[in-house]
């Protein structure tokens, strides 16, 4: 039988114990991944190459602890934990040698997504999962606090691996899970479907469907405004620091509602995207086309950068993407240099003079419609693509 992995992710309550564990863990795997940076830089100054994960781990465990017994405690935590922070500065290097990242940076307490991560020790071991708890190696039973949502170890479904993360407070579990891959069913009956992304409204689909910009709406609104002010509230413990006046006891807590704040406006906008990735996809089309955006030449426009972030149209393509695939649905990528809002849906002219102002699409041929619906009937028609 075919198996696929798929993650799930949700909340945890673990105990004091666990938590220092957990704390532990993500500072010695922090440290860990800016020593083979520093260490990498250090290679390259005298050698002029530089060393990989696997070397670096080597020279860790065999040279540097026994000469420095002083960084002992660095094995006082998962081993795994510790060698999969090394792969994960390897993989920064590997990306950055490819050109498609920039140089690795170093992570920082407090604000760099810090992760630990815990695997099966062998073909034979099990990872247990229970209806209100799982047990991870090295802190032992954690329990859940969504019930019943990860799959069980009775199911028959096999974690492989794992990772813990802390967040604004919160402690999440993360888990890859090994289950069988069921045939997907096309569904060609239906009509094939366009969707045009923007600033205005987040979707815009060609049968006349369009998804609001949940950023627009009132609780996002009100959530901005009050992070507004915490976030001057922070700024003045922070120079009153300077003055002796505040104290970092009331600066930690400070900045725990700011992250608070910022995570509850990101859960708002994940479930929205969510919600209207499943609903698009619930229509059964035939295919779905979508543009290749160019998200980061976007961000570059100091006017519209924080728009085009607050929107997710990266997160939006991968989930679409993940759907599509479930539901058996050709997801189609148009060229970014597609003109889908310049071109004519009915004589197929171009029109090169069309501002972004322009919300309305008037063609010398009389033929007159909203720009973005417009646009998803060109994606929906469009000849030239690949496959997702």
């Not at 083979?36 to 602890?65: C, I, P, R, T």
């Not at 002083?70 to 094995?75: L, M, Y």
């Not at 569904?187 to 609001?212: Q, T």
Request: glycine share 4%; charged share 30%.
């Amino acid at each position: 039988m075919m198996t696929l992995l798929k993650s799930f992710k949700t909340e945890i309550d673990p105990t004091l114990e666990q938590k220092q564990k957990i704390h532990q863990t993500i500072g010695t795997c922090r440290f860990v991944y800016n020593f083979y940076l520093s260490h990498n830089k250090e290679v390259y100054e005298a050698e002029k190459k530089f060393a990989s994960g696997m070397d670096f781990q080597k020279w860790l465990n065999n040279v540097y602890l026994k000469e420095h017994p002083e960084f002992s405690w660095i094995k006082d935590v998962s081993s795994k934990s510790v060698k999969q922070s090394i792969m994960n500065a390897d993989k920064a290097f590997r990306s950055f040698f490819k050109h498609q990242t920039s140089f690795p940076k170093f992570k920082k307490k407090g604000t760099s997504d810090v992760k630990m991560y815990f695997v099966k020790t062998d073909a034979k071991a099990v990872i247990y999962c229970e209806r209100h708890r799982i047990k991870i190696p090295t802190l032992g039973w954690v329990r859940l606090k969504e019930k019943g949502y990860l799959p069980t170890t009775k199911s028959g479904m096999v974690i492989k691996s794992g990772t813990v993360s802390m967040k604004a407070g919160r402690y999440y579990a993360s888990v890859v899970v090994e289950i069988p891959d069921s045939p997907s069913v096309k569904n060609n009956e239906n009509e094939g479907i366009g969707i045009d992304l923007g600033l205005k409204d987040l979707a815009i689909v060609s049968d006349g469907k369009a998804y609001k910009n949940i950023n627009k709406s009132a609780k996002i609104k009100k959530l901005e405004n009050r992070l507004r002010r915490e976030q001057r509230s922070l700024s003045r413990k922070l120079e009153n620091t300077k003055k002796g006046e505040s104290t970092q006891k009331n600066i930690q807590k400070q900045k725990l509602k700011v992250q608070k704040l910022h995570q509850r406006m990101d859960n708002i906008r994940t479930d929205y995207i969510n919600k209207t990735v499943s609903e698009i996809v619930k229509t059964k089309p035939s295919y779905i086309t979508v543009e290749d955006l160019n998200v980061t030449g976007m961000m570059k426009n100091k006017h519209l950068s924080k728009a085009v972030a607050s929107q997710k149209f990266y997160e939006f393509r991968v989930k679409l993407e993940a759907k599509c695939k479930e539901r058996g649905i050709e997801l189609r990528i148009a060229d970014r240099w597609y003109p889908s809002s310049k071109m004519c849906h009915c004589c197929g002219s171009i029109k090169k003079d069309l501002k972004l102002s322009d919300r309305v699409f008037r063609c010398q041929c009389g033929y007159v419609e909203n720009r973005d619906l417009n646009a998803s009937l060109n994606l929906r028609d469009a000849t030239t693509y690949t496959i997702a």
